[in-house]
């Protein structure tokens, strides 16, 4: 068996063309989405990815700005700047570009966050929501793995689903949202014992751990969907993913890329969160 590669570039593009004719709708009635995003600091990978959520909102017509802060921006100065961002009706989503300057507390700044414009989903109250299956904005990498899934036609309900890593922004998340789609969840860490014993037995593997091909062929069910989350970079340059791509990709039925897998997915449902927040700020009816 050789798995079906989940084109995620392809996947991408399908849907930001769905969310396309919901921008349209909206700036027909005089309302343009609009984004902000902010970065503090030099640091080469988040300009790469703020480069790229940029041009995800140009490309769909949708109104961005680009608040680029030096690196000895204080917590004062950011939490301002967020607030009148707050405040600005043309702006539907904020997003702080992460990782922050270590004089900034992380957490102040995403609760400083309107959760009516938190489109990253990390506000305390869209992940408490998220407990109970009524998020305004899901996080957006879970929400695009979710978005993938649809795009296969996966069956979710009654399947074992198994998430490696627990992190706020992938992992917790991504196993609440499996979990309200009635599948049966395994949330697993670098402390779970036998790994594989739990991995080997999911239909749908999801893994977001930051270490580079972790997850091999022999750790896989025949035929399992298998999401890699992760990015690695290796000592000869080379862009990995947490998953063994080579060997998992003999015995899994579906698999995603690194690069061109997760990826653009998350950039993608970004924007469709900045949508989902100007047509909650400005009401749907026509």
Same mark, same amino acid.
């Given at each position: 068996?050789?798995?079906?590669?989940?084109?995620?570039?392809?996947?991408?593009?399908?849907?930001?063309?769905?969310?396309?004719?919901?921008?349209?709708?909206?700036?027909?009635?005089?309302?343009?989405?609009?984004? !902000?995003?902010?970065?503090?600091?030099?640091?080469?990978?988040?300009?790469?990815? &703020?480069?790229?959520?940029?041009?995800?909102?140009?490309?769909?017509? @949708?109104?961005?700005?680009?608040?680029?802060?030096?690196?000895?921006?204080?917590?004062?100065?950011?939490?301002?700047?967020?607030? /009148?961002?707050?405040?600005?009706?043309?702006?539907?989503?904020?997003?702080? =570009? @992460? *990782?922050? $300057?270590?004089?900034?507390?992380?957490?102040?700044?995403?609760?400083?966050?309107?959760?009516?414009?938190?489109?990253?989903?990390? /506000?305390?109250?869209?992940?408490?929501?998220? &407990?109970?299956?009524?998020?305004?904005?899901? *996080?957006?990498?879970?929400?695009?793995?979710?978005?993938?899934?649809? /795009?296969?036609?996966?069956?979710?309900?009654?399947?074992? !689903?198994?998430?490696?890593?627990?992190?706020?922004?992938?992992?917790?998340?991504?196993?609440?949202?499996? #979990? =309200?789609?009635?599948?049966?969840?395994? %949330?697993?860490?670098?402390?779970? =014992?036998?790994?594989?014993?739990?991995?080997?037995?999911?239909? %749908? #593997?999801?893994?977001?751990?930051?270490? !580079?091909?972790?997850?091999?062929?022999?750790?896989?069910? $025949?035929?399992?969907? &298998?999401?890699? &989350?992760?990015?690695?970079?290796?000592?000869?340059?080379? #862009?990995?993913?947490?998953?063994?791509?080579?060997?998992?990709?003999?015995?899994?039925?579906?698999?995603?890329?690194?690069?061109?897998?997760?990826?653009?997915?998350?950039?993608?449902?970004?924007? !469709?969160?900045?949508?989902?927040?100007?047509?909650?700020? /400005?009401?749907?009816?026509?």
């Amino acid at each position: 068996m050789t798995a079906v590669i989940i084109d995620g570039k392809a996947v991408a593009e399908q849907v930001r063309q769905d969310w396309k004719v919901r921008a349209d709708a909206l700036k027909a009635k005089g309302i343009l989405p609009g984004l !902000a995003v902010i970065i503090v600091g030099d640091n080469p990978a988040s300009r790469v990815y &703020v480069r790229n959520k940029v041009k995800a909102c140009h490309d769909l017509g @949708l109104h961005s700005e680009l608040i680029e802060l030096p690196d000895d921006t204080t917590e004062e100065m950011l939490l301002s700047r967020i607030t /009148h961002l707050n405040e600005n009706p043309d702006i539907h989503g904020i997003l702080v =570009q @992460l *990782p922050l $300057p270590e004089q900034i507390d992380v957490d102040k700044v995403l609760e400083t966050i309107s959760p009516e414009k938190d489109v990253d989903g990390f /506000h305390l109250y869209n992940l408490g929501a998220l &407990v109970v299956g009524n998020t305004v904005f899901p *996080p957006c990498t879970p929400f695009g793995v979710m978005a993938m899934l649809k /795009h296969i036609n996966a069956e979710i309900s009654g399947k074992n !689903a198994v998430v490696v890593g627990r992190s706020n922004i992938v992992g917790k998340p991504m196993a609440l949202m499996l #979990l =309200q789609e009635s599948a049966t969840v395994s %949330i697993c860490t670098s402390r779970t =014992q036998d790994l594989a014993f739990y991995t080997k037995i999911a239909d %749908i #593997l999801v893994v977001a751990t930051g270490k !580079a091909q972790m997850i091999s062929g022999d750790m896989v069910k $025949p035929g399992a969907i &298998v999401i890699d &989350v992760g990015i690695n970079r290796t000592d000869d340059g080379k #862009l990995v993913g947490d998953v063994d791509f080579d060997s998992v990709k003999e015995v899994a039925g579906y698999i995603t890329p690194v690069p061109g897998g997760v990826g653009p997915m998350t950039i993608t449902m970004l924007v !469709a969160n900045t949508i989902m927040a100007a047509e909650a700020m /400005h009401g749907n009816d026509d």
